[in-house]
């Protein structure tokens, strides 16, 4: 069983930054793809950012360009910088972690943009 952990939400005004973690742990497999999706209230979880093992990223739309993605094999932990962040990226942000064609996910950590 894989374990996913978040960290670093919080309060920030409109065109702050903030930076999220997380780690992965446990499991026999190694992890493949890492992400992180996000839910504002009365919507869709949406993609925000993807990466493979190898690098290959993906990122949703309305963050690209002000997001980056990166992650650290070795310590099966993935980052997400968010710089000029907008009201409209006020959400629960979740990471996602998949190893042997299963999805783990944390319990999500809370982003709000507002002045």
Do not use: H
């Not at 973690?21 to 209230?41: E, K, L």
């Not at 949703?60 to 650290?72: A, E, L, N, P, Q």
């Not at 962040?85 to 999500?108: H, I």
């Amino acid at each position: 069983q894989v374990q996913v952990v978040e960290s670093g939400g919080g309060l920030v005004q409109p065109g702050g930054s903030l930076r999220l973690s997380c780690a992965a742990s446990g499991g026999i497999g190694s992890i493949s793809d890492m992400g992180w999706y996000r839910q504002a209230p009365g919507k869709q979880r949406e993609l925000v950012a993807s990466i493979t093992r190898g690098g290959r990223i993906n990122y949703g739309d309305s963050v690209r360009g002000r997001f980056t993605i990166s992650r650290d094999n070795a310590k099966n932990t993935v980052y997400l910088q968010m710089n000029s962040l907008k009201p409209e990226d006020t959400a629960t942000y979740y990471c996602n972690a998949v190893s042997a064609f299963v999805n783990y996910w944390g319990q999500g950590t809370q982003v709000t943009v507002s002045s």
